[in-house]
DNA sequence: CGCGGGTTTGATGATGCTCAAGCCCGGTGG
DNA sequence: CCACCGGGCTTGAGCATCATCAAACCCGCG
């Protein structure tokens, strides 16, 4: 049930295999199936959710009824509200499962006992923290540089499993453009191959 | 010229004043006059900037010629590569002031012996990545509901500064619009108060 | 078999881009 | 001190991309 978040760490910081084994009991195992949520706007993010298996999307709804995917986990990835669960604000996004997922969850105590207790773990955090905005920073590159196509096939490059896995309505949400607009640029896509 | 980092450290972490005062040494004080780069697209970014005092911008150049103004730094934010930076890959971005500026670099041999000596620095540095993210998924929100009007509404709004201290053409191009564009909404809004 | 959500297809229109020209203003040199 | 650049901002006209609205279609599931 750990293999992926020991992975996870190990590929980032060194660290004994006890150590290791030390960390597995600071995060709690849940399973959740398909179409559960386990954050709902307007609730206080209780956990980061490390993705031992499944995929997840985190999204928000604006007044009008209008989703936009934020972030998509699939194994190997970490999912939260991070405003909401470091300043214990009301969350602006949900989580859902896309797929049954096998979860591990670290509450905020856990976590500052874990970084407390192991100086690896703040730094393995400090990284992945690293890792995820240079993702950010190139998404928004993407956004205002690209056209709708220019943007699914970037996607399709980049993150091909995410195409495969997701709904793609919730694709073109991730990339910012209307389900028609992207079921048409894939009708064109496949003519021209 | 080393108040500002000091109190952004000690407003995110528990630090004493003689740790604050030893780790002053490890930055690297610069002043750069406005238009000047402190990092050219394509080389290895040796530095995370913090901006004591000034104002600066990065942005990519498109192979066409484009512009896209990633992020603004004003007093108490730093400024980097960050890609490049950790990964010494080749740099997609360029830096350049905007004004005047009084910096403090850190090279990355620096950072791994300060966040080595002192956890409370790697505290500091994953915080502040946190907070980075926050304020990225943010912008690819709006990015993506928001239109131009209700962006540079936003933006108004939020960081009063920039659009005080820029240039109108960098701020269009970090809202992903073009300058025309702007220079319209601009009228428009003077017209409707 | 029929329902329903998701995807596709079509027609129309708005937002914002492109290209082009003019304007404003600060800086430079005669 | 003034004339003349030149860059940035403004204004205008036409157009492309993509959103919206609406309807049909597809397919899995009860």
Redesign the interface.
Same mark, same amino acid.
């Given at each position: 049930m750990h293999e992926q978040i020991i992975q996870s760490i190990k590929s980032r910081v060194e660290i004994s295999d006890q150590d290791a084994e030390m960390l597995k009991r600071y995060f709690i195992p849940k399973k959740v199936r398909k179409r559960q949520y386990i954050l709902n706007a307007g609730d206080i993010c209780q956990y980061m959710a490390f993705v031992e298996k499944g995929f997840l999307r985190s999204f928000?709804v =604006?007044e009008n009824g209008?989703e936009?995917v934020?972030?998509f986990a699939m194994e190997g990835r970490w999912i939260s509200d991070? @405003?909401s669960f470091?300043s214990e604000v009301n969350a602006v996004y949900n989580i859902e499962a896309l797929e049954d997922c096998e979860l591990l969850l670290l509450t905020k105590s856990a976590l500052d006992e874990m970084?407390g207790q192991f100086?690896q773990v =703040?730094?393995y955090?400090?990284?992945l923290?690293?890792e995820?905005?240079?993702t950010?920073?190139n998404?928004?590159?993407y @956004?205002?540089?690209y056209t709708a196509e220019e943007k699914y096939l970037k996607l399709m490059k980049v993150h091909p499993t995410i195409i495969q896995r997701s709904p793609q309505q919730y694709i073109a949400?991730y990339l910012?453009i209307t389900p028609e607009t992207l079921s048409r640029i894939r009708k064109q896509l496949s003519s021209k191959k």
């Open positions: 928000s =604006e209008n936009h934020i972030q991070l @405003a470091f970084v100086p =703040e730094r955090f400090r990284i923290m690293q995820h905005i240079i950010l920073e998404r928004i590159g @956004a205002h540089s949400s910012g």
